[in-house]
């Protein structure tokens, strides 16, 4: 499925458990510029509800989550 957003980065973590996808993804966000959007890939059953918590603790804004076939793709804005 093609992203709706111009999407600056992309990292996969697919493979890794909580909470390393949270901790990879708190260093990635630092290297786009504020408005930029970071788009993640994840398998851990646990990452939605992981990716909204981090959103709501560290203010970046998270645009959307897919859930596909073996797959979660978050879309975060970074704010700060």
């Not at 992203?3 to 993804?25: E, M, N, W």
Request: positive net charge; charged residues 25%; proline residues 5%.
């Amino acid at each position: 499925m093609a992203s709706a957003y111009k999407v600056a980065q992309t990292h996969d973590y697919r493979g890794l458990l909580c909470p390393l996808p949270v901790i990879k993804i708190s260093k990635a966000i630092k290297t786009v510029q504020i408005g930029e959007i970071v788009e993640m890939l994840a398998d851990d059953p646990g990452a939605p509800a992981d990716m909204r918590a981090w959103a709501r603790q560290t203010g970046h804004t998270l645009l959307d989550s897919q859930a596909e076939v073996g797959v979660f793709r978050f879309y975060i804005r970074r704010e700060k």
